[in-house]
């Protein structure tokens, strides 16, 4: 999770371009901004000011806005009440967390309890496979929040090598699971839910309403492999300007790339979405 700067990036005639060639008319007829949380909107493990006040302006712009994390339950919900968000999805789309009335949070699933509990004990007997079988590799600091995943830290207080990152993920989809690369976990999970199908799924929850219906009215912001999803899926997905750091390892690049890292694309980013309205 260093800020150290990032390498140039590839030129490429349709993807992270600059955000002066976003069109006009598209930032002004969005209606919604998802947003990954780490590196993205933090810089060195913590929100910034500027990308506190980009998603502030962009609620009070009208504008829906949504997180959608790999970090678990337990990590993301005092940021529930204090960030200006309509929800936090985390643990890559398994789990809705969106402020209550009464000043709480309220949780929503896309399991059942039956089936989570069932997944959750297949879930630590691969992590403590990982932990005994790859040297180096141990769960993420935040695992006692996690309820639908596992995470291996491989950025945030230690740091794995390719190699490792590699073995574990390939570990995680021998035993079944899904897996993916963040910018600082290694994130493995039962079950059918991912960043899309979280972001399909609070659309309907929340605004009952069917995201592939207006996809074109949605701006994503990401900075690694796991977002990749999101940048083939949106064509307004921008990469804050630290994606480089993932670039030979994506197979879909964001459409947009900020000149800013971290929340200080960010907040480039919102700057961009809301100069058009």
């Not at 390498?7 to 976003?22: E, G, I, K, V």
């Not at 935040?142 to 309820?147: F, L, N, W």
């Not at 390719?162 to 690369?181: K, Q, S, W, Y």
């Amino acid at each position: 999770m260093s800020s150290m700067s990032s390498p140039p990036l590839p030129a490429s005639p349709h993807h992270l371009l600059p955000l002066t060639r976003w069109p006009a008319d598209a930032r002004a007829t969005l209606t919604g901004v998802f947003t990954d949380i780490d590196d993205t909107l933090t810089t060195d493990g913590a929100i910034t000011p500027d990308a506190l006040k980009a998603l502030a302006d962009l609620k009070a712009a009208g504008l829906a806005v949504v997180a959608i994390t790999g970090r678990p339950v337990g990590w993301s919900l005092p940021f529930v009440n204090s960030w200006p968000v309509d929800a936090i999805v985390a643990e890559n789309g398994a789990v809705a967390l969106r402020p209550a009335p009464n000043g709480g949070v309220e949780k929503r699933y896309q399991q059942d309890a039956a089936t989570r509990a069932a997944n959750f004990a297949r879930m630590q007997a691969v992590l403590a496979r990982i932990e005994r079988e790859i040297p180096g590799a141990g769960r993420a600091t935040d695992s006692p929040g996690r309820e639908t995943d596992i995470a291996i830290d491989h950025s945030e207080f230690v740091t794995l090598d390719d190699d490792t990152i590699a073995r574990v993920v390939a570990l995680m989809r021998g035993e079944g699971m899904h897996a993916t690369v963040s910018s600082i976990h290694i994130n493995g999970w039962y079950g059918d839910n991912d960043k899309l199908e979280g972001a399909r799924w609070i659309v309907r929850e929340l605004w009952g309403r069917t995201l592939d219906d207006e996809m074109d009215r949605w701006a994503y912001v990401g900075d690694s492999t796991n977002d990749q999803l999101m940048f083939r899926s949106f064509a307004h997905s921008i990469g804050v300007a630290n994606v480089a750091r993932f670039v030979p390892q994506l197979e879909h690049l964001p459409r947009y790339v900020t000149q800013g890292e971290r929340g200080a694309g960010f907040a480039e980013a919102a700057h961009a979405v809301l100069s058009a309205r």
